[in-house]
């Protein structure tokens, strides 16, 4: 009996994949990791998400490839076993966790909210956006990136202040960063600015994504697909989860 027979791919919660340049990325926001695919790698994983039996992996690996039919097994039974001593292959019988809900990955854009621009700042949506740090530092003392999106998808919002526009929270916490929040990864002020938001009644997306050269990881904000923060440039990054 074959590795394709006996163990089927496991989509565990946390665990999201993404092209990029023709090789593959995958995000495990259980374990806080990510896993880098070459190109034989890819073409096995997407035709498992696809459901592919072994004859179609084998004939994509010699069609895509040029491999013989001897290579072709060879790469696809090193792979299979590689993936099931990671812990990516699940047995046929066992229960797959349910999945953290995302929406489709998309592409970022460079081009940033020119019609929130800050005009003053609001103490109400400085107030907001320390609270909601405050909420972030200790969510992440707590628990692993992918409890954390859950709950905060989950989270009952503090009280709204429908008030307080999107502008000027965006103005304040560009306002924070520049001063107090320099030295917070990319996470912590992701999830700050998604809860500041959220409790105010806007919709927002947590994204996640990769630069291929050089391997460089990151998290962002985005309102209607497009970045909230100015001051960074995007578009060298494929997303690979957005929440």
């Given at each position: ?32 990791r990510y896993w880098g695919f070459y190109e034989l790698s890819t073409v096995i994983w997407k035709e ?41 292959l699940l047995p046929a019988n066992e229960t797959s966790p349910d999945e953290l809900s995302s929406k ?72 924070l960063r520049r001063l107090f929040f320099r030295k917070d990864d990319c996470l912590m002020r992701t ?53």
């Amino acid at each position: 009996m074959s590795l394709l027979e006996k163990y089927v791919l496991r989509m565990r919660e946390g665990l999201y994949f993404a092209a990029v340049q023709g090789e593959g990325v995958l995000l495990d926001l259980v374990e806080d990791r990510y896993w880098g695919f070459y190109e034989l790698s890819t073409v096995i994983w997407k035709e498992l998400l696809k459901d592919s039996d072994r004859a179609v992996i084998l004939a994509e690996l010699i069609k895509q490839h040029g491999l013989s039919v001897e290579e072709a097994e060879e790469a696809l039974n090193s792979q299979l076993e590689s993936w099931q001593e990671s812990g990516l292959l699940l047995p046929a019988n066992e229960t797959s966790p349910d999945e953290l809900s995302s929406k489709a990955p998309g592409s970022p854009t460079a081009t940033m909210i020119q019609e929130h621009e800050t005009q003053g700042l609001s103490l109400v949506a400085l107030w907001q956006l320390w609270r909601a740090r405050n909420w972030a530092t200790k969510q992440i003392k707590r628990h692993p990136p992918n409890r954390l999106l859950s709950g905060l998808i989950d989270e009952t919002p503090f009280q709204a202040h429908m008030w307080t526009s999107t502008r000027k929270i965006i103005g304040a916490y560009r306002t924070l960063r520049r001063l107090f929040f320099r030295k917070d990864d990319c996470l912590m002020r992701t999830l700050t600015m998604t809860r500041a938001l959220r409790d105010t009644g806007v919709p927002s997306d947590i994204c996640f994504g990769v630069k291929k050269i050089p391997f460089q990881a990151h998290a962002w904000v985005e309102i209607d697909g497009r970045s909230v923060d100015r001051s960074e440039d995007l578009t060298p990054f494929t997303v690979v989860a957005r929440f």
